[in-house]
C-alpha cells in the first residue's frame, strides 16, 4: 500500500525514460552512418577523379587549381607548362608506337584532370594547343630522349617569349604612360599591372596609387603589400568597390589586367572591372588595359555569364542556418565592352581593343 499523500509511480516509467534514450542513441547512430556514408562517398569520389594513368605533377597541380593556390592567368599557364615539361620527361613511348602520335593521346587525359579540377583559362588552352602542334610536328627519326629534349626546349621558349619578355615590354610602353604627380587606379590584382607600378617607382616617377578591391578573393590586399613593401614605401590607398564612385575622379588613369581578350574586343577579366572601366570612361579617364597577346581569343563574348566560374564556397560568408536553403553565388569574371577601353597594352604596341584581329601572334598560330 503507498503511504498516504504519495502517487504512486507508473509502473513503465523506467522502460518509458529506457526506450527514449534508446531512440536519442539510434538517432545518434543513425546520423553517424550518414555522415560516414558521405565521407566514403567523398573520397570514392575523389579517388574517380584521378582514376587512370595520370601523372603525380598533374595531379598536385590540380589540387593547387581547385584550391585556389596558384591564381592568376599567366601564373596557371607557367604553373601547367611546368608540370607538362615533367610529364613529358617521364613519358615512354609503347612499343609499335611513335612519340608524335601517342604522346598526344596521353597527355589527354592529364588535362582533362586539370579541367576537372578547375575551368581551363584562354592562356592555358592557347599554350596546349601551340603544345600539341609542337608534339604533332616532332621528327620521327629523333632519339626519345632527344625529342623529349626539343619539346621542354620549346616550352620554355613559349614560356620565356610569350610571358616573360612579353611583359618586359609591356612594361617599358606602360610605365611612360604614367607622369610625376599622377594617380593611377587598378583594381583587384593583375601580375602584369604590379610589374608596371614596381618599375614606374623604381625608375623614381612621383605617383600614388588607388587600389579598389571586392569579394570573394580580395586580391587586392596581396597588391597593396606588395606596393606597400616598397623603399620608400608607394603611396597607396586601399577601398572597396562601392566606394570607387568617390575616388574615380581623382585618378588621372586606370591600369587593368585580363585574363583574356577577344575578338570583338571585351575583355574578360575579374569581376568588378566592368565596373571600374564604365565610371571611369563616365569621368573621362583613360583606361589602358595591359594583356599579352597570347591571351588573345578568337571567340566572341558578349556577356560575362556563358562561360564565368564560381568562387568556391570557402570563400563566401557563411550562409545562417534559419536560410540553409541559400545558394550563395560568387561569379570570378565579367565581360567589359570594347568601348570602355582606352588602348591595350601588347608587347606589339598599343592597339584599340578591337583591332586584335589583325595581329598574327594573337591566336598562337605563330611563334615569336
Not at 41 to 56: L, R, T, V
Not at 75 to 96: E, G, M, S
Not at 263 to 281: E, F, H, I, Q
Request: proline share 7%.
Amino acid at each position: 500500500m503507498p503511504e498516504p499523500g504519495l502517487k504512486p509511480e507508473p509502473a513503465d516509467a523506467d522502460a518509458q525514460s529506457l526506450s527514449k534514450a534508446q531512440k536519442r542513441a539510434e538517432g545518434r547512430a543513425r546520423q553517424e552512418q550518414q555522415r560516414a556514408a558521405k565521407a566514403a562517398q567523398k573520397q570514392q569520389q575523389s579517388g574517380h577523379q584521378i582514376k587512370g594513368d595520370i601523372h603525380p605533377a598533374i595531379v598536385k597541380l590540380g589540387l593547387q587549381f581547385s584550391e585556389f593556390k596558384i591564381c592568376g592567368a599567366n601564373a596557371r599557364c607557367i604553373a601547367t607548362l611546368t608540370a607538362f615539361k615533367t610529364v613529358i620527361q617521364d613519358y615512354v613511348t609503347p612499343p609499335h608506337n611513335t612519340l608524335s602520335r601517342h604522346l598526344m593521346t596521353y597527355l589527354s587525359p592529364q588535362i582533362t584532370h586539370l579541367v576537372t579540377a578547375r575551368p581551363m583559362s584562354v592562356t592555358m588552352g592557347n599554350a596546349i594547343r601551340q603544345l600539341k602542334l609542337e608534339i604533332s610536328g616532332s621528327d620521327i627519326d629523333l632519339p626519345e630522349q632527344d625529342a623529349k629534349d626539343a619539346l621542354c626546349h620549346k616550352i620554355d621558349e613559349y614560356i620565356r617569349d610569350r610571358i616573360i619578355i612579353a611583359d618586359e615590354v609591356i612594361e617599358d610602353l606602360a610605365v611612360k604612360k604614367i607622369k610625376d604627380g599622377d594617380v593611377v587606379l587598378t583594381y583587384a590584382r593583375s601580375s602584369l599591372v604590379e610589374k608596371i607600378l614596381l618599375r614606374a617607382h623604381s625608375l623614381d616617377k612621383r605617383f600614388s596609387v588607388i587600389v579598389i578591391d571586392s569579394r570573394p578573393l580580395l586580391e587586392g590586399k596581396t597588391l597593396l603589400h606588395s606596393l606597400a613593401s616598397t623603399v620608400p614605401p608607394l603611396p597607396c590607398t586601399y577601398a572597396l568597390l562601392p566606394a570607387l564612385p568617390s575616388l574615380i575622379t581623382d585618378a588621372d588613369i586606370v591600369l587593368l589586367g585580363a585574363h583574356s581578350l577577344h575578338a570583338n574586343g571585351s575583355v574578360y577579366s575579374r569581376a568588378g572591372t566592368a565596373m571600374v572601366a564604365m565610371l571611369a570612361k563616365e569621368h573621362s579617364v583613360p583606361v589602358m588595359l595591359c594583356c599579352e597577346t597570347y591571351k588573345f581569343s578568337d571567340t566572341v563574348m558578349l556577356d560575362g555569364f556563358g562561360k564565368n566560374e564560381l568562387a568556391p564556397t570557402k570563400f563566401s560568408p557563411q550562409v545562417p542556418k534559419s536560410n540553409s536553403s541559400l545558394e550563395v553565388l560568387n561569379p570570378l569574371y565579367d565581360s567589359t565592352p570594347a568601348s570602355c577601353i582606352t588602348a591595350v597594352v601588347t608587347e606589339v604596341g598599343l592597339i584599340p581593343p578591337t583591332s586584335i584581329s589583325s595581329i598574327p601572334l594573337a591566336l598562337g598560330r605563330t611563334t615569336l
